[in-house]
């Protein structure tokens, strides 16, 4: 029997510890937390200093947690040392404590220790066993004070925000504001007033090719703005705001003479960026991968805690990747600087290494997230790692090599152009060493003036020289409104805001998600109307100061204090209550009095045409309901734009459009709110349930358009309609008839036995893939678009074709065990990687 007890929190960490300690010690998992607050109740005394209670998880259909625990308190019994391994943070450092208290026998007496290893190699690990420690009881506090902050916050307002609004609701101490930041970005775009400007380009041809764009940079000492529009017109600046005064410049400039005034070239630097930290992995996998925040730590926990390569086994690929720090080991700034010194050679390798500082609140006791051995490069474990591995490994990889070689030079020149009283200028830059960029460029959010640079070729000329004039161009403009959060610029802005930790925003955004308060809408964030529901009442009932960022963020900074012991937990939570407790008393109140609140109005019912409905708020929003008849509408009528210059022809005043006829009955339809927002509805709900959606723009859908086919279930007209995931075609006598055409790929099912057709069907997140036409008898389902083509080497009766931007479009096999591709016929590159296993269609 093993004489020590080692206890990680998951089997592929343990089974990785394991080949490194050897047979005097046995490691065990304990799948994660093993003891938490209570599923029922609040579980913390208030007036007894917060004091919490915790019990062991209840088991669960996936998890077995009596027996786990059961499992190490016999091992623990058995073992004359214990050795707590969990993660090196604050959650890591809470298991560690749980664990202790519930499988450590009282008695005979145990010896036992924590260990921290921010790698899980030999090296690291034998390292963190010759010098063990005890358990860190300011970070078991800051855990703790976190925990019972969101318990206090999450148990206490989310209850009010179901009875008042309806449904499983919930709100956060940290989800909450970054739900309001959503939903004060679209508010703020939906404000947005367009400024107009103009640009003017001259087309200029030198001695020497080639020709070239310059912009109008001056007229007369005044610069020409174009940007900036939230602030005033300075003294010394001009705005080109209009078509009229646009093409006045444009003749006075054609009759001018184009000279070269001032030619300025210089050498400009661009410095390697910093190796990951936990945020700007999360934000770059978003950027460059297409990830979400939730799939990048899933993958990076795998590498982190180990792969099998070949004959080694199980192998940790990088260090931990929850970090706040750019700090490498000297021993691994070593190594790397060895590798790309034989790999890229000296003119790569800068004269020392580079210390990058980080930011003032970082704990540099971690890491950054780096290769545990830079030699294994992302070539040499592609046949052992997935897809998913592997693009995170390169990424990791690139960035952290990258961030130790030199930087790379440009050659940037301006050229200066005088046109009479105007001044014209170019720029451009010429890449003259590419330095770290052989290896990496960081992904950028929105395109910046460099890269306009780096596009422009411009030709040698000299300063006198005449040039060319090919045509003058005015082109018009006009301002755009800050863009929706994606979730990379949304843990940018939450990270520069200092609200909630890279660790939690997975969470965060699962949360939001999850909820509906928020949908993904071409990978950026638009809030629901629950979502701007449940925001504004937690803002307009009282909660406005205390979820906000600035008082967020200064809560994380005293958790924080806890966390390195200059202050009492209980004292942090005491503070934080004070003020809590009376927002929630004005919140009770406020949800009380509103949830019965009729405001009487002079509208009318389009129903039952009774005068006097009441306005009341609802699960989305505020909305008017007739108490004669019970029918409701939407109280906030979208205004819907015309598509003529941004003119309004809905919501109210004098050019309000007539209400829509329902096309089934021909009663008026009515605005109304659902859970993906406002649609049309009939007002002879519930007899006719014709609905139609209206688009973010404000536009309701058009009516369905008759065809020429009849419905093979009642044989009525078909008829093309347009719904949340775009056209389709159904049967007029919806939702009598539920048949709905389905668009056919013209290919087999391959089931054996099945006669049906592949045909496109959309996930529930608007995604195409293709299924079987016959669900649910067949569930044979596709993303890869299926192609009439036999496979040339199994004879399959189809092919799928697929486009990515590495490989571009090509066709491969269905049948994973052929492994037939048009870009690898053999199949050999395929039986390097294991099999990828399918993803079901939701």
């Avoid at 625990?69 to 016999?74: H, I, M, R, S, T």
């Avoid at 809470?94 to 208290?101: G, R, S």
């Avoid at 706040?324 to 034989?342: C, N, P, Y």
Wanted: net charge positive; hydrophobic share 35%; glycine share 8%.
């Amino acid at each position: 029997m093993a004489k020590n007890l080692v206890i990680v929190e998951s089997p592929a960490k343990a089974k990785t510890i394991n080949k490194y300690l050897g047979k005097d010690y046995l490691v065990k998992a304990s799948i994660g937390h093993i003891k938490d607050l209570p599923t029922k109740g609040l579980g913390v005394d208030v007036d007894d200093d917060f004091k919490p209670t915790y019990e062991v998880i209840p088991d669960t259909r996936k998890r077995n947690n009596k027996r786990i625990v059961a499992e190490l308190k016999k091992a623990a019994k058995e073992a004359d040392t214990i050795y707590f391994a969990a993660d090196p943070d604050r959650e890591g450092e809470a298991i560690c404590q749980h664990l202790a208290e519930e499988i450590v026998p009282k008695r005979p007496a145990k010896a036992t220790f924590r260990v921290m290893f921010n790698e899980i190699t030999k090296r690291a690990v034998n390292e963190a066993f010759e010098h063990p420690r005890q358990i860190d009881q300011n970070l078991v506090d800051s855990q703790q004070a976190r925990r019972v902050l969101d318990r206090l916050v999450g148990y206490k307002v989310s209850p009010l925000l179901c009875r008042t609004v309806g449904g499983k609701l919930s709100a956060g101490r940290v989800q909450s504001v970054a739900l309001r930041m959503v939903v004060e970005r679209e508010r703020e775009i939906e404000q947005f007033i367009k400024t107009e400007y103009w640009t003017i380009s001259a087309n200029l041809l030198a001695h020497l090719p080639p020709a070239f764009d310059a912009r109008l940079f001056k007229v007369g000492e005044q610069t020409v703005k174009t940007g900036g529009f939230d602030q005033d017109i300075k003294r010394g600046e001009i705005l080109i705001n209009d078509e009229a005064k646009a093409a006045e410049l444009v003749a006075e400039a054609n009759l001018q003479t184009f000279v070269v005034s001032e030619v300025t070239r210089k050498e400009r630097k661009r410095n390697p960026v910093p190796p990951f930290i936990t945020s700007k992995l999360q934000q770059e996998a978003a950027r460059k991968l297409g990830w979400a925040v939730k799939r990048t730590m899933m993958i990076a926990q795998k590498l982190y805690e180990g792969i099998e390569i070949g004959a080694e086994g199980s192998v940790g690929l990088i260090t931990y990747m929850r970090t706040d720090s750019t700090r490498v080991s000297d021993a691994a700034l070593g190594e790397m600087r060895d590798f790309i010194s034989k790999q890229y050679g000296a003119a790569y390798l800068p004269e020392k290494a580079i210390h990058y500082r980080s930011k003032k609140d970082a704990q540099d006791a971690h890491e950054a997230i780096r290769p545990t051995d830079v030699v294994r490069t992302p070539d040499s474990l592609a046949k052992y790692l997935n897809n998913d591995e592997l693009r995170l490994y390169r990424l990791i990889w690139q960035r952290m090599v990258a961030s130790q070689m030199t930087p790379a030079l440009f050659d940037q020149t301006t050229i200066d152009i005088a046109a009479g009283r105007f001044i014209f200028r170019a720029t451009g830059s010429v890449q003259k060493f590419d330095g770290f960029l052989k290896l990496y460029q960081e992904g950028r959010d929105e395109k910046t003036e460099e890269d306009e640079e780096a596009e422009r070729t411009l030709p040698p000329v000299e300063k006198g020289e005449t040039l060319g004039l090919n045509q003058i161009t005015p082109e018009q403009h006009f301002t755009d409104p800050p863009p929706p959060f994606t979730e990379a610029t949304l843990v940018k802005a939450l990270e520069e805001k200092g609200i909630g930790r890279p660790s939690t925003y997975a969470a965060i955004m699962t949360t939001i998600l999850a909820r509906e308060y928020v949908e993904k809408l071409e990978g950026r964030f638009h809030p629901t109307e629950l979502g701007k529901t449940v925001n504004d009442l937690l803002i307009e009932g009282g909660f406005a100061d205390l979820f906000n960022e600035t008082y967020t963020a200064r809560m994380e900074e005293e958790l924080d204090s806890v966390e390195e012991g200059k202050l009492k937990w209980t004292d942090a939570l005491h503070e934080f209550y004070g003020k809590f407790s009376s927002d929630l008393i004005k919140f009770t109140e406020y949800t009380t009095r509103i949830k019965v609140e009729e405001i009487p109005t002079d509208e009318v019912c389009l129903k039952c045409e009774t005068k006097g409905m009441v306005r009341k708020r609802g699960r989305f929003g505020k909305y008017l309901k007739c108490l004669n008849c019970g029918a409701s509408r939407d109280a906030e009528p979208k205004a819907a734009s015309d598509g003529k210059n941004g003119t309004e022809s809905a919501g109210g005043g004098e050019a309000a459009a007539e209400p829509e006829v329902c096309e089934l009955c021909d009663k008026p339809m009515q605005l109304k709110r659902g859970r993906f927002g406002p649609f049309l509805g009939c007002t002879g709900y519930p007899e006719c349930r014709n609905i139609r959606k209206i688009a973010k723009s404000g536009v309701a859908a058009p009516a369905p358009v008759p065809l020429d086919e009849k419905c093979p279930v009642d044989d009525a007209q078909l008829v093309r309609r347009f719904g949340r995931f775009g056209e389709f075609i159904s049967c007029s006598n919806y939702p009598k008839c539920k048949y709905i055409k389905q668009e056919s790929t013209g290919v087999h099912c391959a089931r054996p036995g099945c006669k049906g057709e592949l045909v496109v069907k959309k996930s529930k997140r608007g995604k195409v893939f293709y299924g079987c036409g016959t669900y649910p008898d067949c569930d044979r389902v596709y993303w890869d678009k299926p192609v009439a083509e036999v496979c040339p080497k199994c004879n399959a009766p189809f092919l799928l074709e697929k486009t990515t931007k590495k490989q571009g479009t090509f066709r491969h096999c269905a049948n994973e065990d052929c492994g037939y591709s048009s870009n690898d016929p053999t199949g050999e590159l395929a039986k390097e990687k294991p099999a990828k296993k399918s993803k079901k269609a939701s």
